[in-house]
Each structure stands twice: as structure tokens, then as C-alpha cells.
């Protein structure tokens, strides 16, 4: 089974700050990517899209690198609502990686 | 345009009992994905249907669980028999239509416990 991977965290981060977190795969024919953040006892909630090399939404950024099989979330000016655990996924939406807590701190 | 709604949201039931859980996706939606989540821990593929058919379902667990996508109505997954491990919380999500590349949006879960 194709897997994908995430550093699990937890990222502490001062309110305001930019933090960056990646998401590798090993299934080559993926063609998109999805991440989703998920709230504790929430359901996952879709935040961004990946079809090619990138995609930006406010404070948000996410960017392919294919040849490294890999995909990264930066968010900038983080505020204590971005506290959440940021999950990622490929096209197939079976194989999730496990996530990645970010707490913002005040 | 309604979200992914998932009933109940609750559910309780005795070791040995059967659960019912029911998930109707968006409209226009024709995809239905189910996953289980223990808590502190990741999303678990279970099943993924289309209506009328099951497109995979490796993991689902070979006895017990079953899941159906009518032509008409909600997608049913289904536990027989429940025992203490199957306590989670289920999701689903669905998709539209056209490929890999369409987005899949949450229901907001049921969450199982058995007594």
C-alpha cells in the first residue's frame, strides 16, 4: 500500500510567526494533493487543493515538488485559530498521513 | 446546498448489537468514502463505493462490517455484532463525480460507543 508521511509534532509556535510543515508520498502517480486541518473530536475540514506546483490562499501556501515527493504547508502570520492538527492526502483520499499538531501560542 | 450529513451523531450500544450509521453526501455527489478515527490517532481508509457498487474496500475488517451506496438513499455502513474495540468515530466523505482530482468533503462523524 502506497503510504504517505508526516512529522507528527506537535509544533509549538509564537503567534505571528511562520511555520512550515511537509507531507512526503511514495505513490508517483498521484496527481493532486489535498491537505485538510482537523479541530480535536472535529471532523477533517478541506483547507487547500495542490493540482500542480502550488497554490496560495492568504496566509496560506502549498507547493508540490514532485521530483522529491513531497508536499509543504506554509502559513504565515500564524494566529492562535491555526492551532489544529494539518492532515494531507493524495488523489486516491485512502491513504491519510497520521497529521501534524501545530500549536500557536500566545 | 447542504453538507455531508451523518446520523446519528451519537450512538451507544451493547456488546453484541448491531450499528447502523448513515451518511448522505452532498448533492451531486456520487462518491462515498468511510474512514475510522480512535481518538489521538489518524484517519483509517475502511471503504470507498460509488452508487450501487463498492470500488475498494481493503479496509474494511473481513468480518462483521459491511457498507452499501443504494441508487436511492444514504450510504449504510453497518456493524454486527459490536464489540468494545469497534468504540470510534466514523466518518465519511464525498466527492463529486470526475476523477481523482475533485475534492472530498466531511460529514461530521458519528461517534460509536459500546457498553
Known amino acids: 500500500r502506497k503510504e504517505v508521511e508526516q512529522d507528527p509534532g506537535p509544533f509549538n509556535v509564537p503567534e505571528g510567526a511562520t511555520v512550515a510543515f511537509n507531507c512526503t508520498y511514495s505513490?508517483?502517480?498521484?496527481?493532486?494533493f489535498f491537505w485538510y486541518r482537523q479541530d480535536c473530536r472535529k471532523e477533517p475540514k478541506l483547507l487547500m487543493s495542490?493540482?500542480?506546483s502550488g497554490n496560495e490562499d492568504g496566509r496560506f501556501t502549498a507547493q508540490l515538488n514532485r521530483a522529491s515527493q513531497y508536499i509543504s504547508l506554509l502559513i504565515r502570520d500564524s494566529k492562535l485559530s491555526d492551532s489544529a492538527t494539518y492532515l494531507c492526502?493524495?488523489?486516491?483520499?485512502?491513504?491519510f498521513g497520521k497529521g501534524t499538531r501545530l500549536h500557536i501560542l500566545p | 446546498n447542504a453538507g455531508v450529513m451523518q446520523n446519528p451523531r451519537h450512538l451507544v450500544r451493547r456488546r453484541g448489537q448491531e450499528a447502523r450509521l448513515r451518511c448522505s453526501p452532498m448533492?451531486?455527489?456520487?462518491?462515498v468514502y468511510w474512514y475510522r478515527q480512535l481518538p489521538e490517532e489518524g484517519l483509517k481508509f475502511m471503504v470507498y463505493l460509488q452508487k450501487e457498487n463498492i470500488i475498494d474496500e481493503s479496509g474494511m475488517p473481513k468480518e462483521r462490517f459491511s457498507a452499501e451506496f443504494p441508487k436511492e438513499g444514504p450510504s449504510i455502513l453497518r456493524i454486527q455484532q459490536v464489540v468494545r474495540g469497534d468504540s470510534a468515530a466514523y466518518f465519511c466523505a464525498s466527492s463529486p463525480p470526475g476523477g481523482q482530482n475533485t475534492e472530498a468533503f466531511f460529514g461530521q462523524g458519528t461517534r460509536l460507543t459500546v457498553v
Open positions: 448533492k451531486g455527489h456520487s462518491h
Open positions: 492526502v493524495g488523489d486516491d483520499k485512502i491513504i
Open positions: 505513490n508517483s502517480a498521484s496527481q493532486s
Open positions: 495542490v493540482y500542480s
